[in-house]
Nanobody
Framework: QMHLVESGGGLVQTGGSLRLSCAASGGVFAWYVMAWFRQAPGQNREFVVG????????DYSDSVKGRFTISRDNAKNTVYLQMNNLKPEDTAIYYC?????????????????WGQGTQVTVSS
């Protein structure tokens, strides 16, 4: 049973940066595709970015491409999300998710394990 804990959220001004971390435990981290999703008030949960089990492949949503970077350290059982040039529309709760699969899915339904979320607020 994979347990995920996010950290690193906060309040930042437009154009600022944040780095989110997601620490995993309870499973073999390298067996899982990892992803970040986000959910703004009144909105559906949306895919942000995913990374393959060995970190060689990534998939970014168009809304964050060029601004966000996902990475993982399998030795530390941790996945990261570096967010640069943040915009007010990036404001949301950000969730880390794990999927014991081979390919990266953009659907939340594919992911079996979720963290509790971390709030990111970007002020204008």
């Amino acid at each position: 049973q994979m347990h995920l804990v996010e950290s690193g959220g906060g309040l930042v001004q437009t154009g600022g940066s944040l780095r989110l971390s997601c620490a995993a435990s309870g499973g073999v981290f390298a067996w899982y595709v990892m992803a970040w999703f986000r959910q703004a008030p009144g909105q559906n949960r949306e895919f942000v970015v995913g990374i393959s089990r060995n970190g060689e492949n990534t998939d970014y949503s168009d809304s964050v491409k060029g601004r966000f970077t996902i990475s993982r350290d399998n030795a530390k059982n941790t996945v990261y999300l570096q967010m640069n040039n943040l915009k007010p529309e990036d404001t949301a709760i950000y969730y880390c998710a794990a999927d014991q699969a081979v390919t990266i899915s953009t659907s939340a339904y594919a992911f079996n394990f979720w963290g509790q979320g971390t709030q990111v607020t970007v002020s204008s």
